[in-house]
């Protein structure tokens, strides 16, 4: 089993940059996609950002592409989401997420492991 921990939330102003941190147990890691979700008040959690089990392949929802940068560092068991020119549409709790295909997978119905999430503020 997989345990995800999230961390790098806060608080921060349009425009600003934020890098959010994933730490994950086991030693199999390397072998899962990885994906970030959010989830905004009122509001379905939706996809954001997805890597392969070697990070080599990466995909991104239309509205952060150009901004957020998913990476992964499998020797630290560690999946990372840069996010730059923040916008208050951002604002959410993010959410890290592991599946056992090494397959990039974009529904929510395929990841098997979830992190406890963080919040992500953004003023305008």
Known sequence: QV?????????VQAGDSLRLSCAASGRTFSSYAMGWFRQAPGKEREF?????????????????KGRFTI???NAKNT?????NSLKPEDMAVYYCAATTNRNIV???RFYDYWGQGTQVTVSS
């Not at 954001?48 to 952060?64: E, F, H, K, L």
């Not at 999946?79 to 996010?83: E, F, G, P, S």
């Open 3 to 11: 345990q995800l921990v999230e961390s790098g939330g806060g608080l």
């Open 48 to 64: 954001v950002a997805a890597i392969n089990w070697s990070g080599g392949r990466t995909y991104y929802a239309d509205s952060v």
């Open 71 to 73: 990476s992964r560092d």
């Open 79 to 83: 999946v990372y989401l840069q996010m």
């Open 106 to 108: 974009v529904s929510m």
